[in-house]
């Protein structure tokens, strides 16, 4: 059995003019209509990237192909999975709206508006889900040139809630008038505006030390800006030569990364964004979690992934009873499963990988699935690092023999120089 990465980007409903690296291999675009549209992002346990030359940031339009990924069938919780933006919802400085706008019939409720500096959200409602168009930001009544992602997060009989999460390049004031609206729903164009005053919240906000720089694949990069506050931490790293004649479609390698704290575990992205203007130049915006306090440095290690429309062989195990169970990944080291506690009607596995590489923290490059025998996922909680190269998961117990599933990998390397430090102060 193969993935093959060309064929699952062929039938994703995204303009392939506007993108230049897709997501990870194995997935599969379904054929129900889909719910979130991805913009930027990581989230829950799958890697996703948008990159757009040519252009700034990436429009809602660019595509929704994650809504109903197999490895992101769990249900989105902020508490859970943006504990930053949990933090900043719960500050005083969020506003409590609940203000219904309607325009044409269509009624959208905007409940909660957030912003802490380097990001701001919009919580709305609805009481079906309807496909809006872009929203779009104004700061002291002066449009602002934002890319921007929905997220699902409630959908029962009566009510559709999402997370609308905008992203700018622009440093804005601590407090401004904003105003938001949307142009068009389902397709009918309206006007759904609303004005509010905002004030960044409370977050200790802090400039990082900036301007390391580095070489890829004969391709420069500098950290352009990093900043880090309790409820987000955003870097912006800025790559400058031969881009497209080395990385993109359709040579179709990737720039890819995994970034650690000082000892070596892989830190939480929750979204990546990449846009340049020209043929060389492309900056990464990465948004993370806040940063615990005891982490003394970032770093970031840059290595070109494998081609996009590289096929790769399956490797397919029953989870032996006997641990620990070693996992032959070639040149890439070994999986080795250590231990599985059960909890109630879940167990929870741990591995590691037994490899050099730095992994990221939930394997991006690598899939790690828990099935059954005919492919049925199990997984209740997907990948996540609890070390260097050390991880847990979640899966249904008693439902049948579980299957572990991943693919054999090249060989993949880190540039000396492709490795930078940020000191945390």
């Known amino acids: 059995m193969e993935n093959n990465i060309k064929k699952v980007i062929d039938e994703m409903d995204v303009p392939m003019q506007k993108l230049d690296e897709a997501i990870n291999k194995?997935?599969?675009?379904?054929?129900?209509k889909r719910k979130n549209k991805l913009i930027i992002g990581l989230l829950?346990?799958?890697?996703?990237?948008?990159?757009?030359?040519?252009?700034?940031?990436?429009?809602p339009t660019v595509g929704n192909a994650l809504a109903k990924i197999p490895f992101m069938g769990f249900v989105y919780k902020i508490e859970e999975q943006d504990k930053g933006l949990h933090k900043a919802l719960s500050d005083s400085n969020a506003i409590k709206l609940n203000k219904t706008v309607t325009s044409k019939?269509?009624?959208?409720?905007?409940?909660?508006?957030?912003?802490?500096?380097?990001r701001l959200h919009?919580?709305?409602?609805?009481?079906?889900?309807?496909?809006?168009?872009?929203?779009?930001?104004?700061?002291?009544?002066?449009?602002?040139?934002?890319?921007?992602?929905i997220t699902s997060l409630q959908e029962e009989e009566g009510s559709y809630r999402a997370l609308y999460g905008f992203r700018f390049e622009e440093e804005l004031p601590e407090a401004f008038d904003l105003t938001l609206k949307i142009d068009s729903i389902d397709g009918i164009v309206g006007d759904w505006t609303f004005e509010t005053p905002i004030k960044k919240v409370q977050n200790k906000h802090r400039i990082?030390?900036?301007?390391?720089?580095?070489?890829?694949?004969?391709?420069?990069?500098?950290?352009?800006?990093?900043?880090?506050?309790t409820t987000s931490t955003k870097l912006q790293v800025e790559f400058t030569g031969p881009i497209r004649e080395k990385i993109g479609f359709p040579i179709g390698w990737s720039i890819s990364e995994t970034i650690t704290d000082q000892n070596g575990v892989p830190l939480k992205i929750l979204e990546k964004v990449g846009g340049g203007k020209t043929d060389n130049d492309l900056t990464w915006t990465y948004m993370l979690e806040p940063l615990a306090s005891d982490i003394t440095e970032l770093r970031l290690y840059y290595y070109a992934g494998p081609k996009i429309d590289a096929v790769f062989e399956d490797v397919i195990v029953p989870l032996s009873?006997?641990?620990?169970?070693?996992?032959?990944?070639?040149?890439?080291?070994?999986?080795?499963?250590?231990?599985v506690e059960q909890v109630g009607d879940e167990a929870v596995l741990t591995f590691l990988i037994d490899s050099d590489f730095p992994f990221n923290r939930n394997l991006g490059l690598l899939p790690f699935t828990i099935a059954l025998e005919d492919g049925e996922r199990i997984m209740t909680e997907g990948v996540q690092a609890i070390g260097r190269n050390e991880y847990q998961l979640k899966y249904k117990t008693n439902v049948g023999q579980p299957?572990?599933?991943?693919?054999?990998?090249?060989?993949?390397?880190?540039e000396p120089t492709a490795q930078v430090v940020i000191p945390i102060k």
Do not use: C
């Open 44 to 59: 829950s346990s799958v890697a996703a990237v948008s990159l757009v030359l040519g252009s700034g940031f990436v429009s």
């Open 122 to 149: 919009v919580i709305y409602s609805m009481p079906e889900y309807r496909e809006i168009g872009k929203m779009e930001m104004f700061v002291n009544g002066e449009w602002l040139n934002t890319g921007g992602s």
């Open 321 to 339: 009873n006997e641990l620990p169970q070693k996992i032959e990944l070639g040149d890439m080291g070994d999986i080795v499963i250590t231990h």
């Open 26 to 32: 194995g997935i599969i675009a379904p054929k129900k």
């Open 208 to 229: 990082l030390q900036a301007g390391q720089r580095g070489m890829m694949n004969g391709i420069a990069f500098e950290v352009k800006s990093a900043q880090t506050s």
């Open 105 to 118: 019939g269509i009624s959208v409720t905007f409940e909660e508006i957030v912003y802490d500096g380097a």
């Open 403 to 414: 299957f572990i599933k991943t693919i054999l990998l090249p060989k993949l390397t880190i």
